[in-house]
């Protein structure tokens, strides 16, 4: 049986592991917060959202969401990240670094329920940093357009 000062050692050293893999659990980029976000029809807040943007291993940028259909009024909820990345465009001779659009993705949909979901894009080599701007947005239905919440707009350095 430990004794009483060698379960303090194990304790305190087990509480230290897990704050170390609490602040970094990404591997080399901690995720940077984003939200929370609404999206409104009619006046009516219908869906909201928060999470995550994240550095996974240099290779993706991903974007987490915790999407809540708030209304549960039968519109379908989704979240959409249109990522950014800062360096030099491939294929560009002008070698000037700035931010282009790296691809944008959208969540499946859901209704009447909470659901945490994921989209990514790549990394590129020639970047520098990484941007998320992410929206939460209910389908209306035709012919009105999707309403989407104001962007949140996350970035991380690589």
């Known amino acids: 049986m430990p004794t009483k000062r060698v379960r303090k050692i194990i304790s305190r050293t087990a509480l230290s592991l897990l704050c170390v893999w609490t602040i970094l659990p ?3 980029a901690v995720a940077v917060n984003w939200g929370p976000a609404s999206a409104y029809y009619d006046g009516t807040e219908r869906a ?3 999470g995550q943007f994240y550095n ?41 670094e700035g931010w282009y659009e790296a691809g944008s993705e959208s969540t499946a949909e ?15 080599p020639q970047g520098k940093a990484a941007q998320g701007d992410i929206q939460v947005c209910i389908q209306v239905g035709w012919p009105i357009i999707d309403e989407c919440s104001a962007s949140s707009i996350p970035s991380f350095n690589y």
């Open 48 to 50: 909201t959202g928060y």
């Open 56 to 96: 996974s291993r240099n290779q993706r940028a991903v974007t987490k969401y915790v999407l809540s259909d708030v209304k549960k009024d039968g519109m379908n909820v989704y979240g959409y990240t249109t990522g950014n990345i800062y360096g030099i465009r491939e294929g560009d001779s002008s070698n000037k």
């Open 110 to 124: 859901i209704s009447n329920v909470t659901r945490t979901m994921f989209t990514s894009f790549n990394l590129k």
């Open 26 to 28: 990404i591997g080399q």
